[in-house]
């Protein structure tokens, strides 16, 4: 059986449940991912990106490049890019919850993600850094 998955959708759901079970890091790309650690739309952005979200990750990119929400750095800006410009793949991870009794929650890797195209919107950004 075959199951189709936005992807996306996925990659923030993923980033969500990383970030209640407490199995994430704390920060992505010097954004502080702790409740009240940075502006809440720049907290889910910095999370979506980190799940692997590209659009998210150029988001975050052009956020950086511009000091929206955040001290500039183009040097953050144009690793995201970078990031959002390469295609990737890799294991696809779920989130599954406590079954309770004091078993913890885990993150299982569960198949391959099947490849994700880089953007080309963030390879226009690229052209910036190597300039």
Known sequence: ????????????????????????????MGVSLKPGG????VQALAARAS????QAQLDLGIRFLNGQGMTADERLACNLFRLSASD?????????????????????????????AGLASARVWLERCAS
Request: glycine share 10%; proline share 14%; charged share 10%.
């Open 1 to 28: 059986m075959k199951i189709n998955v936005n992807m996306p959708c996925l990659s923030a759901l993923l980033a969500a449940a990383l970030l209640m079970s407490g199995c994430a890091s704390q920060q992505y």
């Open 38 to 41: 940075a502006d809440p739309a």
């Open 51 to 54: 799940a692997g979200d590209k």
């Open 88 to 116: 990737s793949g890799g294991p696809l991870w779920i989130y599954t919850p406590s079954p309770g009794g004091g078993a913890p929650a885990r993150v299982l890797p569960v198949q391959s993600a099947p490849p994700a």
